[in-house]
């Protein structure tokens, strides 16, 4: 609890240091120069006198309030996209900010996106997190730019607002790297059929792999279906029973993986020993539960989330210029995640 008879001048005299270096490292204030061994001093000393700091003074001084806001496009109903949310908060509590969430629908009108901003917006929001729960492009509301703000896997159409993304095509290089890595050459693919960024760059990352190993990316097998498990059953049904059978397969997601697997116990081809499968999205629920457990990438999430609140945070404070990244998306690493569907091709 805070001791409202403390103040900033007893806690720099209990642990010998100024109120300026008090002042820098309660508030987090990270370009200070102030060593590791201070900051743990004064943190401690104003624990024991009870002291916090004076949020309402700070933010008359300031015209800051210590919220963000963050508007998901359906990630806060979605288990494996929710860790932006996570990521987010603890960026933000890190940097002394509070989180407030308004969950909306990709689905909504334009009237009630804009009316989601303005709810913010009333409540002094210091800057706006979009975030959306697959990686696309968007239509965003006017009002968004009264404050500063980011865009979490998406990128806003005119390319005017500052966004992070995965490495969708990096991803599916990395995929498409382990089969090759583990011997197999007859390398198909599980595509999505919805026209996203990821439908695209996860291809082109898929052909550019196999060109980089000497073999003909456009040549090799590509079936598409709806992104879901049926979608996954259905195209690895059509692709594992034609000629020349391809003996590791890439799926767009691990939904149609797990379709795969479906498709390929009914027709008698055994996980990994006749069939190598990699997955994307490391959706745990799924990739860690199917038997064998899911090679498969995960989408950076958490990692999205954070460096997207970080960098809001710096604009607000001045110490960023969003102008300045809005040129382009940064682009987030998606890594490798093993796990026992692959193996080399038998003999």
Not at 77 to 82: D, I, N, Q, Y
Not at 94 to 110: C, K, P, V
Not at 129 to 154: G, K
Request: glycine share 8%.
């Amino acid at each position: 609890m805070s001791n409202k008879n403390i103040g900033i001048k007893d806690v720099a005299a209990a642990a010998g240091v100024s109120v300026t270096t008090v002042s820098h490292v309660l508030n987090e204030v990270s370009y200070a120069r102030i060593s590791p061994e201070t900051r743990d001093k004064v943190r401690t000393v104003s624990e024991q006198l009870g002291y916090g700091p004076n949020r309402l003074a700070q933010a008359l001084r300031t015209q800051r309030t210590g919220m963000l806001g963050l508007v998901s496009e359906d990630i806060a109903t979605t288990p494996h996209a929710g860790r932006i949310i996570l990521g987010a908060d603890d960026a933000a509590r890190a940097r002394g900010y509070n989180l407030m969430i308004i969950n909306t629908s990709g689905a909504a009108s334009e009237e009630s996106r804009d009316a989601d901003v303005e709810a913010l917006l009333e409540r002094r929001v210091d800057g706006i997190l979009y975030a959306t729960m697959y990686h696309r492009q968007v239509t965003l509301p006017a009002n968004l730019s009264s404050v500063p703000a980011v865009l979490v896997d998406s990128e806003s159409l005119n390319g005017a607002v500052t966004s992070v993304i995965p490495d969708e095509e990096g991803g599916a290089r990395v995929a498409t790297r382990s089969l090759l890595d583990s011997g197999h050459t007859r390398i198909g693919f599980l595509n999505n059929t919805d026209d996203v960024p990821a439908t695209r760059d996860r291809l082109r990352g898929f052909r550019a792999a196999m060109h980089d190993a000497g073999l003909d990316g456009r040549a090799a097998p590509v079936e598409a279906e709806l992104s879901e498990v049926e979608g996954g059953y259905v195209s690895a049904l059509r692709m594992l029973r034609g000629p020349d059978r391809p003996t590791g397969l890439f799926c767009y997601n691990d939904r149609m993986a797990m379709g795969a697997y479906r498709a390929a116990a009914e027709l008698g081809i055994r996980i990994p020993e006749d069939l190598s499968v990699v997955g994307f999205d490391d959706q745990e629920l799924i990739a860690a539960n199917l038997h064998p457990g899911l090679t498969t990438v995960a989408l950076p999430h958490y990692e999205m989330g954070a460096w997207a609140a970080e960098h809001l945070i710096d604009a607000i404070e001045g110490r960023t210029d969003l102008a300045l990244l809005a040129s382009r998306p940064t682009i987030l690493n998606c890594p490798l995640v093993s796990r026992a569907s692959v193996t080399a091709p038998q003999a």
